[in-house]
């Protein structure tokens, strides 16, 4: 820490609208603007109560702050900081639950907002419902009004409400899954019917659950970027978050008590939003994925690095017009083809460096909708998908925690554990990549029991271990 100012608020903060759970790099630099940028054009109460569901790192760092904070847009060398009001307040779910459920059960809440990651759902891969033996779950169901997933969260928020006659909020998925909306609700509506079918009934009737897509490159915040804001402000903001120009929100239209002006902010508001989220999973999620694992095998440490290298920008433009564009459903007002040529300009941008340590992360709560089920819908119209098969292999390559210099892998993926312990119990490739294929939380049945799939799984990885990333690319 250097003897510089702290950031702090002046003024008064706006009430609070909406209770965020996850306000993790991403929230900062997508939804709390977006927010404060409706509250400036068209007003209203929408100030948003952010709380953390583990971690005390984003109140340990906005909370001196009063909430407030720099958006930072990278572009060009330069950076372009913004303030951001708009979070009032910072918690930690586990210091109190009770307080939380009390403050989103509250009738001036009318949101209640998610970026909790992949992961944080708590769902089966098996069923698509509610995993109702995962710990957490197990646990909120048995102590109901101290939880600790969010699912358990927003359920004992509504009962409160429903008791209360405080009407129901609307929740708001915007993590980087197909048809969030319709998602969050099954979760819900399944551990409402473990407790009372009143409830449940309550719930269908009066929340919403919107989908949306969102997007905007946010890598984790750098020593290097706080300093450098430091320099061109003159105070110390630890809580500032650094991202890409580029922003996209495709909402749902489905509200049960009103929204901030969001889409005078430019948001999108449609009737679905499927086929917009379908696009950004699979164009954009997917070959994020696929230079994460690729690159960081070829040694390289950021997606900017990875396509700089032409091989890699060739793979990743192959797979869109080979494997992915022809699996999507056209989104109304969007070109796909242009939205693709858009996609490698934002991931040339040295200025962002997004590593592909980070993107390789949780791969296992990532691959089925980024990259599996693209091979599915390809292996169903009969074309061939090298480009997304070499992806799997280098995945497993990946989750075997050695890279090509022998050096171990800093895996981190909820299921890292088991994942390890099958490749270390494999001998040869074609094991290897049976028992990866045979994790059920991962891989659907349909590609599970396809032999022509599994075999062109075991080929590209024996490339990869003979060749090593580069060669492999380049050779495609
Ligand atoms: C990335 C995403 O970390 C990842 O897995 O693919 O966070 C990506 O940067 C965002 O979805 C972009 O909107």
């Known amino acids: 820490m250097t003897g510089r100012a702290r950031l702090s608020r002046s003024g008064q903060p706006p009430k609070i609208g909406i209770v965020h759970l996850g306000p993790g790099a991403f929230f900062r630099a997508f939804n709390a603007p977006f927010t404060q940028d409706a509250m400036d054009i068209a007003g209203g109460d929408w100030g948003i109560l952010a709380v953390s569901l583990?971690?005390?790192?984003?109140r340990d760092a906005l909370s001196p702050q009063g909430g407030v904070y720099h958006a930072v847009t990278k572009q060009d060398g330069g950076l372009a900081p913004r303030l951001i009001k708009a979070v009032t307040d910072v918690w930690v779910a586990p210091d109190d639950p009770r307080a939380v459920v009390e403050a989103m059960a509250d009738a001036d809440v009318r949101i209640v907002s998610?970026?909790?990651?992949e992961k944080g759902y708590c769902k089966s891969a098996e069923t698509g419902g509610l995993d109702l033996d995962h710990p957490d779950i197990v646990h909120d169901l048995a102590s109901r009004d101290q939880p600790v997933s969010v699912v358990?969260?927003?359920?004992?928020a509504l009962m409160a409400r429903k008791t209360r006659g405080a009407g129901a909020f609307t929740v708001l998925s915007c993590d980087n899954l197909p048809s969030n909306g319709a998602l969050v609700r099954r979760l819900v509506l399944e551990f409402a019917g473990q407790i009372d079918s009143d409830l449940t009934?309550?719930?269908?009737?009066?929340?919403?659950?919107p989908s949306t897509m969102v997007d905007r490159i946010t890598p984790a915040t750098t020593e290097t970027d706080l300093d450098a804001l430091a320099q061109l402000t003159g105070v110390q903001d630890d809580a500032a978050v650094f991202h890409e120009d580029f922003r996209q929100w495709v909402i749902e239209d489905s509200f049960a008590a009103g929204r901030p002006a969001w889409d005078e902010a430019g948001a999108q508001i449609v009737p679905s939003v499927d086929a917009h989220e379908m696009m950004k999973l699979r164009c954009l999620n997917g070959t994020h994925s696929m230079l994460a694992y690729l690159g960081y095998l070829a040694g390289y440490e950021?997606?900017?690095?990875?396509?700089?290298?032409?091989?890699?920008?060739?793979?990743?433009?192959?797979a869109w017009r080979e494997e992915i564009i022809p699996t999507l459903p056209p989104p109304e007002g969007e070109n796909v083809h242009i939205?693709?040529?858009?996609?490698?300009?934002?991931?040339?941008?040295?200025?962002?460096?997004?590593?592909?340590?980070?993107?390789?992360?949780d791969g296992s709560q990532k691959l089925p909708q980024r990259i599996l089920g693209t091979i599915a819908d390809n292996i169903a119209a009969g074309r061939a998908t090298p480009c997304l098969i070499l992806t799997v292999a280098a995945w497993m390559r990946y989750v075997g925690g050695i890279d090509e210099q022998g050096a171990p892998i800093d895996v981190r993926d909820p299921l890292a554990a088991d994942l390890r312990a099958a490749c270390d119990a494999s001998d040869g490739t074609a094991e290897l990549v049976s028992e990866l294929m045979s994790v059920a939380a991962i891989f659907p049945a349909g590609l599970r029991q396809h032999d022509a799939f599994r075999n062109a799984v075991a080929d590209a990885s024996d490339r990869l271990i003979r060749d090593g990333a580069q060669a492999t690319v380049r050779s495609l």
């Open 114 to 117: 998610l970026t909790i990651t």
């Open 302 to 318: 950021t997606i900017a690095d990875t396509v700089a290298d032409l091989a890699f920008a060739a793979l990743c433009e192959r």
């Open 339 to 361: 939205y693709c040529d858009t996609l490698i300009a934002r991931y040339r941008d040295t200025s962002i460096r997004h590593r592909t340590w980070q993107i390789a992360m």
């Open 201 to 209: 009934e309550w719930i269908e009737t009066h929340a919403t659950f």
């Open 152 to 156: 358990g969260f927003i359920v004992a």
């Open 54 to 58: 583990r971690s005390p790192a984003a």
